[in-house]
Nanobody, 116 residues
Framework: QVQLAQSGGGLVQAGGSLRLSCIAS????????MGWYRRAPGKERELVAR???????SYADSVKGRFTISRDIFKKTVTLQMNSLKSEDTAVYYC????WGIGSYWGQGTQVTVSS
């Protein structure tokens, strides 16, 4: 069984930084991509950043230039460095892993709160 364990997050003032980390464990044959999604109160879950096994990166327009995603395929970890945080970044952040031919796995979620 695949599990994703998240760490990081918390409360920060606007303009500050936070770092989220996620490590996958269990039987994973082949990783297609890893990434981060978030769900703000009253909103749908949205993609924040995603990185494929080949290194292709995509970001939500709202976080471009402020957030940086990185990953280690061999260690099965993905990290999201969040700088210049804004109040609108407040959300529960979820780690995601896509496995070829299988589907997606999700972390437990981590609260990020940015105070203005």
């Amino acid at each position: 069984q695949v599990q994703l364990a998240q760490s990081g997050g918390g409360l920060v003032q606007a303009g500050g930084s936070l770092r989220l980390s996620c490590i996958a464990s269990g039987s994973i044959n082949s990783i297609r991509a890893m990434g981060w999604y978030r769900r703000a109160p009253g909103k749908e879950r949205e993609l924040v950043a995603r990185i494929t096994s080949g290194g292709t990166i995509s970001y939500a327009d709202s976080v471009k230039g402020r957030f940086t995603i990185s990953r280690d395929i061999f260690k099965k970890t993905v990290t999201l460095q969040m700088n210049s945080l804004k109040s609108e970044d407040t959300a529960v952040y979820y780690c995601n892993l896509e496995e070829w031919g299988i589907g997606s796995y999700w972390g437990q979620g981590t609260q990020v709160t940015v105070s203005s």
